[in-house]
């Protein structure tokens, strides 16, 4: 059976995250994955994905670090509390700060690699430092300050 993606463990519920949910049809549907001790994504840009001719549009860059930051602390939170993804009570990660620079043009084309390393883990908050590679050169880099979900902010809960 082919490894489960992060983001396929998510319940139906917050499965349609235009970055990284697999119910979204019109969404990136992002898939992250432990290598060692980093996380890993490819993701192959679309044409339309475009800043100008032949450069990837910088928003986009700066979805598939959020959503692989989110997903990479997520899958962390499990891995130090020694519990399998998707065992219950969850570890649901929303974004509290999102930092992108911009190293150099990200060439259209090619697929991008999105590594994550881990940078803190406490009991609501897990920073992770992500690089986006295209042909093997680094374009850009980011750091995601993740933050455990509010209950306000499930699916069907309206009061604080
Ligand atoms: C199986 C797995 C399931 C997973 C399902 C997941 C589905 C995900 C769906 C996909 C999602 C995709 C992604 C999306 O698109 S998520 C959508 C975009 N994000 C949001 O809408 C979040 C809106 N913001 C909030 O709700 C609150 O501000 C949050 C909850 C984020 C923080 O609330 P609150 O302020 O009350 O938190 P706290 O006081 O307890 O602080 C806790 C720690 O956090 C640190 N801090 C806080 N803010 C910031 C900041 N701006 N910079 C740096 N650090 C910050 C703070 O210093 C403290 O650190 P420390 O002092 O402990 O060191």
Redesign the pocket.
Known sequence: MAEKA?QD???DE?SH?Y???RLNEHGLQLKSYWDGDETVAVFHPRPYHMAIPGVVYGGLIASVI??HG?GSA?AAAYRAAGRE??TDP????????LRVDFLRPTPLGVPLEVRGRIREV?E??VVVAVTVRAGGEECARGEV?A????EH?MPGRTTA
């Open positions: 992060f463990y998510y319940p917050l995250c970055g990284c949910g959020d959503c989110t997520s993804m998707g969850g570890f649901r990660f929303v974004t509290a700060s406490k609501r908050k300050v933050v455990r979900m509010p902010m």
